[in-house]
């Protein structure tokens, strides 16, 4: 069988160094966001040209090129007497073999005539032809007088793209679900109840085709999920107290990462979101704890967050194996070290990009953040008994396969990098064509 040596993940290097005067608003919830298919890498990120507005612009590389030195920004700011702030990207690839690039943001370029009455709401544009072209740009929520922010998107088994966002209307607070339909048609509801205030929300589409939408309730300070299964809405589902949380899901198991007063937890769900087990990772020792993630390589789970205090801030890792956890110092510097986002490539590159502002203690510089990586790569050793295989989707119909996080998928008319179990039970790596 294939067996897999980890070399040390790279030293820091600096992916993208404009000049960000770190002026930062309520838009900026998300400053980045990162996804990978077949060789393409693209991220997608808020950019301050100066304090007046911010951009959306995207970082791309293809399989055969390196990241591009020079962000792109991915749509021009209407006509206007001042530019709009865009912010909180949301990036999502689709599942169709030719794939489109799927970029929700949060922006103020709907608002007019004066005095300005600040809204936002939440757009959407597409790449069409290829990965860098975006020509068209669609309103997603249309409503006046609120601020519709930090959207979260998904793309499920069926290709259909559904985002959800949270709303500030008057006094009310609410997570809003919205679909597009195949004639670009948005369908937008409301999708908590009136006694709650939701904020921070996020959804996944799990490998049954369920989509769950989470969202943190403010009066009760606990995070609740809901279900949407053909077409109905199910729930609300209590998963914990806490606020700032982030989800994986592997073999019809859950992995909820979430922050409670200060301290790190893990909670193992089943689909029907029951907690079969609940794990303490991290009590910050008088620190603060944020931003956490997590990702499956094969049978490993990589937890990471950041623990520090508002002068400075560490990059921690937890691996999970088992019952095993083992924790380092992932990143360590001057200032401030955040949002660490993990991406395992069809290539077999482990990334985790993440910010930083320590250019400003280290060369005295005005600039706050910029996008940092450490990258890993895991390769086979001199024991493999077979090597790189090719083979075709239909060939794999009826074999047992996993991506490199270690799922279970099936590979109709799908390409990229996967693991399958011939009849000896053994693991060989192969790519899909």
């Known amino acids: 069988m294939i067996l ?11 992916l993208y160094a404009s000049n960000v005067r770190g002026f930062f608003y309520l838009t900026d919830n998300k400053i980045i966001s ?32 390196s990241f591009t030195d020079t962000p792109i920004k991915i749509i021009e700011d209407p006509p206007a007497s001042r530019p709009p702030y865009d912010g909180s990207p949301s990036l999502v690839i689709d599942s169709s073999r030719n794939f489109k690039i799927h970029i929700f943001w949060n922006s103020e370029r709907s608002m007019s005539g004066y005095p300005y009455w600040w809204q936002t709401e939440i757009f959407y544009t597409y790449s069409v032809g290829t990965y860098t072209n975006f020509p068209v740009i669609e309103n ?19 290709n259909k793209i559904y985002v959800v966002y949270w709303k500030i209307f008057m006094d009310k ?19 908590t109840d009136e006694n709650e205030i939701a ?30 299964r053909d077409n109905f809405i199910y729930g609300p589902f209590e998963i914990s107290r806490g606020y700032d ?27 029907n979101l029951n907690t079969k087990k609940k794990i303490f990772l991290d009590d910050g020792q008088g620190l603060f704890i944020k931003n956490p993630s997590l990702i499956f390589l094969k049978d490993t789970l990589y937890i990471f967050y950041v623990k520090g205090n508002n002068i400075h801030s560490d990059i921690f890792l937890i691996t999970f194996k088992g019952s095993v956890l083992k924790k380092e110092k992932f990143v360590s510097s ?41 990258k890993r790569y895991f390769q086979n050793n001199t024991k493999m008994k077979n090597y790189l295989t090719f083979i075709s ?39 899909s064509f």
Request: proline share 3%; with cysteine; glycine share 4%.
């Open 34 to 65: 990162i996804a990978e298919k077949n060789g393409w890498t693209f991220i997608v990120l808020t950019y301050y040209p100066h304090y007046l507005n911010s951009d959306i612009h995207y970082i791309f590389r293809s399989p055969t090129t």
């Open 393 to 431: 989707p239909k060939d794999l119909e009826k074999k047992k396969v996993f991506d490199l996080s270690g799922r279970k998928v099936k590979l109709i008319s799908k390409r990229g990098v996967f693991f399958i179990k011939n009849k000896m039970g053994e693991t060989l790596k192969c790519i």
């Open 245 to 271: 949380y982030n989800i994986t899901y592997r073999n019809n198991e859950i992995y909820f990462l979430y922050i409670n007063e200060d301290s790190l937890y893990l909670k193992i769900l089943d689909y």
């Open 334 to 374: 001057v200032g401030k070290n955040e949002n660490p986002i993990p991406l395992i490539t069809s290539e077999g590159e482990f990334f985790v990009f993440f910010q930083s502002d320590r250019r400003k203690y280290e060369e005295n510089l005005r600039e706050f953040n910029h996008i940092y990586f450490k």
């Open 140 to 158: 997603v929520s249309k409503d006046t007088n609120s601020f519709d922010l930090f959207p979260s998107a998904t793309c499920d088994l069926s």
């Open 173 to 191: 607070e609410s997570i809003f679900l919205a679909e597009r339909n195949n004639y670009g048609i948005w369908h937008n509801r409301k999708i």
């Open 199 to 228: 904020e921070k929300p996020l959804i996944i589409t799990l490998d049954n085709n369920d989509k769950l939408i989470f969202y943190y309730e403010v009066i009760s300070k606990k995070i609740y999920a809901r279900k949407l």
């Open 4 to 14: 897999f040596i980890f070399l040390m993940f790279s030293q820091d290097s600096l």
